[in-house]
């Protein structure tokens, strides 16, 4: 699809704009973010350093300094989602810029909260997924700032609590605001825009049996073979998947089988296995669909082992797939800035992983600076040329969007 073609009446904004993007300052704060550490806790309690207050009131410390109105909300104890707002008119439509304040954790990664600079990069845990582009969007708000730029609606920006694990910010956020007519989330996408993304659901799928000594297999129920037996049925769950109709920028859900657990020693049978699934979801997916989908391949198991009992578990991840129409303004401002600043033909995609966004309950499209490769790994960094471009990219959906 061909990108509408810019608003004339705020091009000469953008361009006066985009002309003062400051390298120095999306450094500057990019490394500072990156030294504060925000490693996400996981399943254990929140604690200095695994934990977003930190680089929370860090950042809204900065949305301040730049004269944004600031407000604060806990998602959970020491577990901050921060706002910063930029005031238009009410009626008129409203921009969110959206990132998180957590990163992954750091095992194998050697001295990750240093941040070094070196052959156009930025080295560091975070720097890539995703504190560029939470620096990106202070320098969009430092420009309005310097240019006394007139909104007719606001512009928000927003930093949340813990997308790397269970998405409690989002959630918050999207029971409580704020909200925004569109929203774009800089997880790394290469700069490229991303409309859609598959959601993810996952589950346990638990099988049981009858425990005795080993030497006498046959006197018991082996839950470990009967759930090879579950794998089997699975097995070719991705082929009739792959027949079902695709989703234009999604394509096709997927099903992945991810951890296996059973039993306690050798010299036992087991009497309880369980194994971890990962389903990726389309838009157009009912989580009950994949429900019956799994059922319908393992009750005939029970007709060739009247033994045979199964349990599916309630979600473990239950992430929404997202779905923005690609006419939306923002998606079609952001395409536009990238076909302007690269000279090349862009189209919308769809973003690899599952995101923050369909929690907000405000339509989000993914553009950010960063490739998905990096976020992660343990020499993560991020190109500083892709955060000056998704800065201009940035203003050029705030000045199409929310400029008077």
Known sequence: MVPRSMNPKTTDLYRELSDQVSVSSITHWLKEMIAIPSENPMESDARPGHREQEIGEYYLEQMHELGLTVASREAAPGRPNVFGT?????????????GHLDTV?????DDPYTPHEKNGRIYGRGSCDMKAALACYLEV???????DATLSGSLILCGVADEEWQMIGSREIGRNGPFADQCIIGEPSDLSVCPAHKGQFGLFIRTFGKAVHSSIPEQGENAIERMARVVNALSDYNEELASREPHPLCGHGTYSPGVIRGGDFASAVPDYCELEIDRRVLPSDETEQVRRDIAARLDPLKQEDPGFRYELSEPSWDIPANDLPVDSPVVQSLLNASVELTGRPESARSFPGATDGPHLKTPAVVCGPGSLSQAHSIDEFVEIEQCVRATKMYLRAVTD???W
């Open 86 to 98: 930029r005031a238009g008119k009410k009626d008129r439509p409203s921009l969110m810029l959206c």
């Open 105 to 109: 954790p750091t095992e194998g990664y």
């Open 141 to 147: 708000a430092r420009l309005l700032r310097d240019a």
């Open 401 to 403: 969007l929310v400029a």
